[in-house]
């Protein structure tokens, strides 16, 4: 991998159709199937353009569909993503095209199989690869093991027309990616730019004992026991680690459980949901997507809740901010929510 360094500002690179605007950033992304990976990209809010194309493969051939698909170009399925720098950041775009791969596994997702489809991030400068990494170390912290690809982008050729918005020209074909992620990413109001990760070695300074052992070991507090259990002021909760907003304080309801307790969330993007088991019992832990923060449970049938859903959180992975600081902290986008 190239090292990343801030002086170079533009990587050589084969890109004959792209045109570089100022205010415009661009990345390349594989996952799977282009289909679907560009009709996702296209939902999130301040993506401009996103084009189908093959990257990265053997600098002697120029790809074709049907060739790059017998797996022997060295090119994968990709698309290259423009998106305006004032309304939408590299790491957002990042976040949320991690949320719809599976990066533990090499040249495939799902049911396509094949070099092709082998998972990869590539950058045409160097600022831009510099977010990359940030974003992918935050990433592997979440996973046994990490197999996307991640380099500069050294070829990129647009696909055939047939490929650019298929699944638009052909609504019948399956998509791997969910409506309820399509929906999730496209009401994005959270921008994780905002709030990076702070790194292991300032993590033990920041927090206490007790923030320390929830949100980066999983404990869960003593019910009635924690900060803000009873707590009802006005004003937002933040991931104690990186400020991410959560919650606001007009969703949180009295509950029988002993920890704070919230009815929905300010966005859903800025949460990462885990499936757990064990000894016949399951439950969706809940993390922070820039903090990488434990936070508590999801529940999808409580009675106490005026929405059904219980989001069930310990006291120690969360920072309140006051409604009457929220202007000056940073927050006051999010005055609204708090009624």
């Known amino acids: 991998m190239m090292p990343v360094n801030e002086k170079t500002v533009m990587i050589p690179v084969h890109d004959a159709t792209l045109v570089r605007k100022e205010g415009v950033g661009v990345i390349y992304l594989a996952g799977g199937c282009f289909w679907c990976l560009e009709k996702y990209m296209r939902a999130i809010p301040g993506v401009i353009k996103v084009t189908t194309g093959y990257a990265n493969g053997l600098q002697n051939i120029k790809p074709e569909y049907k060739r790059v698909n017998t797996g022997v170009t060295g090119y994968q399925e990709a698309v290259r993503v423009e998106y305006d720098q004032t309304k939408i950041s590299l790491e957002a775009i990042?976040?949320?095209?991690?949320?719809i791969i599976d990066p533990t596994v090499e040249n495939r997702q799902g049911k396509y199989q094949g070099t092709q489809f082998q998972t990869g991030i590539y950058y045409a400068d160097m600022a831009s690869g510099k977010k990359v990494l940030l974003v992918a170390d935050v990433e592997r912290l979440r996973q046994t093991d990490f197999k996307v690809e991640i380099s500069p982008l050294t070829s990129f050729y647009d696909a055939e027309e047939e490929h650019q918005q298929y699944l638009e020209k052909h609504p019948e074909e399956e998509c791997h990616i969910s409506q309820t992620l399509f929906d999730m990413v496209s009401n994005m109001i959270v921008d994780p730019a905002n709030f990076p990760h702070i790194g292991a070695a300032k993590l033990k300074k920041k927090l206490t004992e007790k923030q320390y052992s929830v949100t980066q070991n999983s404990e869960t507090e003593t019910p009635f026991d924690n900060l803000y259990w009873d707590k009802f002021d006005k004003g937002i909760y933040v991931?104690?680690?990186?400020?991410?907003?959560?919650?606001?304080?007009?969703?949180?309801?009295?509950?029988?459980?002993?920890?704070?307790?919230?009815?929905?969330?300010?966005?859903?993007?800025?949460?990462?949901?885990?499936a757990f088991s064990n000894q016949g019992k399951s439950w969706i832990g809940l993390s922070s997507r820039t903090g990488n923060s434990h936070l508590g449970r999801v529940f999808y049938d409580d009675p106490e809740s005026p929405t059904g859903k219980r989001y069930s959180i310990n006291s120690a992975s969360l920072k309140f901010i006051p409604y009457e600081k929220m202007e000056k902290k940073g927050y006051g986008f999010l005055k609204d929510l708090v009624k």
């Open 94 to 99: 990042l976040f949320a095209y991690f949320r």
């Open 239 to 274: 991931d104690v680690v990186t400020g991410e907003p959560l919650f606001s304080s007009a969703d949180k309801y009295k509950s029988s459980y002993g920890w704070p307790t919230f009815s929905r969330v300010i966005d859903e993007n800025s949460f990462i949901y885990t």
